[in-house]
Nanobody
Framework: ELQLVESGGGSVQSGGSLRLSCAAS????????MGWFRQAPGKEREGVAF???????EYADSVKGRFNISQDNAKNMLYLHMNSLKSEDTAMYYC????????????????????WGQGTQVTVSQ
C-alpha cells in the first residue's frame, strides 16, 4: 500500500508563491504516475498537474506558466511550485498516485488515481 502525505500549504497574498510537498511511503517500488489536484468549497475536485516516471508533465490550462510539478525519486517526494498565485487558486490541494501509466485523457482525471493524501490547504488573499 502506498501512503501519501502533503505539506507546505498556507496563506499567501495574491501574486505570491508556495511550494507544496508530497512524501510517499510504503510500496514505492512500483511505477506510478503522480498528480496534484485541488478542490475548492462547493466545487468538484480538479486536476492541476501531472508527472509520470519519465518526467513527462501536463498542466491544467488555468495554471500553465505559473505552476511547476517535479519529483525527486531518490527521496520519494513530489512537489508543486506555485507562482503568481491568484485568489481562485484557493483550495485544498491533494497529491495522488496511479499505478502504471495513464493515457493522455486520464492524466488530470481524479477517478484515474487510486492513492490519495489527506490534503493541504492553500489560501490566497487579495
Amino acid at each position: 500500500e502506498l501512503q501519501l502525505v502533503e505539506s507546505g500549504g498556507g496563506s499567501v497574498q495574491s501574486g505570491g508563491s508556495l511550494r507544496l510537498s508530497c512524501a510517499a511511503s510504503g510500496n514505492t517500488y512500483s511505477t506510478y504516475c503522480m498528480g496534484w489536484f485541488r478542490q475548492a468549497p462547493g466545487k468538484e475536485r480538479e486536476g492541476v498537474a501531472f508527472i509520470d516516471s519519465d518526467g513527462r508533465t501536463e498542466y491544467a490550462d488555468s495554471v500553465k506558466g505559473r505552476f511547476n510539478i517535479s519529483q525527486d525519486n531518490a527521496k520519494n517526494m513530489l512537489y508543486l511550485h506555485m507562482n503568481s498565485l491568484k485568489s481562485e487558486d484557493t483550495a485544498m490541494y491533494y497529491c495522488a498516485a496511479a499505478p502504471g501509466r495513464l493515457s493522455a485523457w486520464l492524466r488530470l482525471r481524479p477517478y484515474a488515481y487510486a492513492h490519495w493524501g489527506q490534503g493541504t490547504q492553500v489560501t490566497v488573499s487579495q
